[in-house]
């Protein structure tokens, strides 16, 4: 895992509307990291803030700064919307 691999996926995530959707459609997180793994994209929830913060300072105007800080208000989201593991009982 790497902040470099955060980067990429921020950068490939504001493009790649299909790794969105695949990622909206994860069931569980360990679906969602897969999804992560098979694009060599993991990172950790520390790499990905220093990731955000590393692109955000990077933006040339206020519209992709916007974005950048959409994309990860999207990202935050999707962590708490989709349970770590499905409940057994």
């Not at 969105?20 to 360990?30: D, G, I, M, V, Y």
């Not at 955000?56 to 990860?72: H, I, N, T, W, Y």
């Amino acid at each position: 895992m790497t902040i470099a691999n955060a980067i990429t996926f921020i950068k490939t995530g504001l493009v790649d509307h299909s790794l969105r959707n695949r990622l909206n459609e994860a069931e569980t997180a360990s679906r969602r990291n897969r999804i992560l793994a098979e694009k060599s994209l993991q990172f950790s929830p520390g790499e990905f803030s220093e990731a955000f913060t590393s692109t955000l300072v990077q933006c040339q105007s206020q519209d992709e700064a916007m974005q950048v800080k959409e994309f990860k208000l999207w990202w935050d989201l999707l962590q708490i919307s989709i349970p770590a593991e499905p409940q057994n009982n």
